[in-house]
């Protein structure tokens, strides 16, 4: 069942988003808002990995392999598989990308055909929920296999340059899960992923053969939205003044007495 698996190749393929900064990744995991059009920044906060979310716009989440060979991605959206929708689990069916490839996923898997769109939404609406599994709602997170016998690229990019393959096994990359309800014990998770939408995203099926049983990669985001982020302290609370001009009384703003209006 590990060895050879019918898995969906991505067909829609976006510019690569690698950077040197992200050289010791295989692929890299970004998160799009669909609706504004912005690529949602992560921020750090302990262990974790925060990006914020618009109840009610859709999202993509952006898949890209940084390396020159072929790679398999388990994506799990609030703890479901996106492509299966079992309860996430690595040794299942995924994405392969093929080297330097970057795709936008926008939705849970329907068919060859479509998805069902990504929507941030209010928790109880939430997929997850919905069908009985609320405890991994607020997280994306991959599981990235190399190819038992992964084949040289043809074309490499100009840069970044190509990352140097070692003998050993990528170094994988693991936030802590935590409790979602336990943040400063001030704010519970408010929004999950909606089953939005049909949208036609036509995919195909290939093989993929493992190289390890263990993925050389566990990377995950987790969001919520902006008020609950504020409140658990890991997005600065906004100052009056940051939403636009702040106006104030002025105690002596200059000039002389002029004469009062007709009237």
């Known amino acids: 069942m590990l060895r050879n698996l019918l898995l969906f190749l991505a ?21 799009l808002d669909r609706d504004n059009g912005e690529s949602l920044q992560p921020v750090a906060y302990r262990d974790d990995r925060w990006v914020p979310g618009i109840p009610g716009h859709r999202y993509s989440v952006r ?5 020159g060979e072929r ?4 994506l799990s959206v609030d703890g479901v598989n996106a492509v299966s929708g079992q309860t996430a689990d690595a040794s299942q069916g995924g994405y392969v990308l093929d080297p330097w490839e970057s795709t936008e996923i926008t939705g849970w898997r329907k068919s060859l055909d479509e998805v069902a769109q990504f929507v941030f939404t209010d928790l109880a609406d939430a997929y997850a929920t919905r069908t009985g599994r609320p405890d991994n709602v607020g997280v994306i997170g ?11 690229a043809l074309l490499q990019p100009a840069s970044p340059p190509p990352m140097r393959e070692d003998s050993a096994a990528a170094p994988s990359e693991k936030a802590a899960s935590g409790d979602f ?3 400063a014990g001030i704010a519970r998770q408010r929004i999950g992923t909606g089953h939005g939408e049909r949208q036609w995203a036509p995919v195909a099926q290939t093989t993929f053969e493992r190289a390890s049983r263990r993925p050389a990669q ?7 939205d902006i008020d609950t982020l504020v409140a658990r302290g890991i997005l600065p609370r906004q100052r009056p ?3 636009g001009p702040c106006l104030r009384p002025q105690a002596f703003p200059g000039g002389f007495v002029p004469d009062p209006p007709n009237g």
């Open 218 to 224: 566990v990377t995950q985001l987790r969001y919520d």
């Open 11 to 31: 067909a829609l393929v976006a510019a690569t988003a690698c950077t040197p900064a992200s050289a010791r990744r295989l692929v890299e995991l970004s998160v």
């Open 63 to 67: 898949l890209s392999n940084c390396t």
């Open 181 to 183: 309800a336990s943040d």
């Open 142 to 152: 991959i599981a990235v296999f190399r190819e038992a016998r992964a084949q040289q």
């Open 241 to 243: 003044c940051d939403a």
């Open 71 to 74: 790679v398999l991605v388990v």
